[in-house]
């Protein structure tokens, strides 16, 4: 699809396709993406009770990328991606516990307390961030695929950033090296459309930011983020493109942030008409119509994964407010690598 030209649709539209994919396929993108905004619900709750500090920046609405990134990539494929990361280091595999706890700064978070809202990671599942700097995860992405190149793998790195990032110097210069260099690096706009506040048409000319890929001829296409089925096409189509060795891609996914930039914004760049015109959107509510509607599954087996979720999120807020600060002494340890780490050799 080298220089493709397909037009961004302006105006997403609730899909009316009957379902193309398996009962597994549905029911798993269901439950993740439920369980990413009842995660992401009880971070806002525990936030405002100030049992989490800092920074904090939630997934709510754009939960149909993760679903997506799931069901198209492979567990042997890289992960990096910006501060709001929460539901996709949760799709990812990683425990909710773990994830909750480092929320709370606690010594059984998944960086040991040591991260926060914004610093994730985790080398078992290939999830390498979670990175406060934005931008900073496009270079660090391309260099982590390169490494796949090196070492003569089938695997390519994802690197997600939003619509603000885009206009940094570290994309043009990664896109640069990857096309030069034909690295297996798949890049992934995640655009809501307003960065931290200002609106994509305001900060450039090119809106549909998928045709920044055309200044490199690298393959790109914009993508409707609110549904897991258009996610899942449009990665499955970059990733064998990738794994040919016909070189990167360049996916603008678009998407919708149902709450504000952080925790701390009230939003009011947006209409109420705007935000209840995506909410109508919600991927969530339309993949268990879709579900319900087609017969793919009961009532029953929709409410019994409602269930396992909300007890595993209560599980998890539990977890976390029973765990530990960690000591001060720990700011001296993992500081630097001693030993060998399998996803370094």
Known sequence: MAGTTAK??????????KPK???ETYL????????IRKFEEATLKAYSQQKIRGFCHVYIGQEAIAAGLVSALTKDDKIVTAYRQHGIALSRGMDSNSCMAELFGKETGCVKGKGGS???????HNYFGGNGIVGAQIPIGTGIAFAEQYRGTKNLCVAMFGDGAARQGALYESFNMAMTWNI??????????YAMGTSVKRTSNVDELYKIGSAFDMSSEAVDGMS???VHEGLERAAKHIRAG?????????????????????????TKDELNAYKELDPIVITENKILDNKIASQKEIDAIKADVVKEIAAAVEFAENSDFPVGSDLYEDNYVQKDYPFLT
């Open 8 to 17: 961004k649709t302006k105006t997403v539209k609730k899909s009316t396709t």
């Open 21 to 23: 994919y398996s009962k």
């Open 28 to 35: 798993s993108w269901y439950t993740i993406m439920l369980r």
């Open 118 to 124: 914004m610093h994730f990671f985790s080398a078992e």
């Open 184 to 193: 297996p690096v798949l890049y992934i706009c995640e655009n809501n459309g």
């Open 228 to 230: 897991p089925e258009s």
């Open 246 to 270: 016909k070189g990167p891609y360049f996916l603008e996914i678009n998407t919708y942030r149902y709450r504000g930039h952080s925790v701390s914004d009230p939003g009011k760049y947006r």
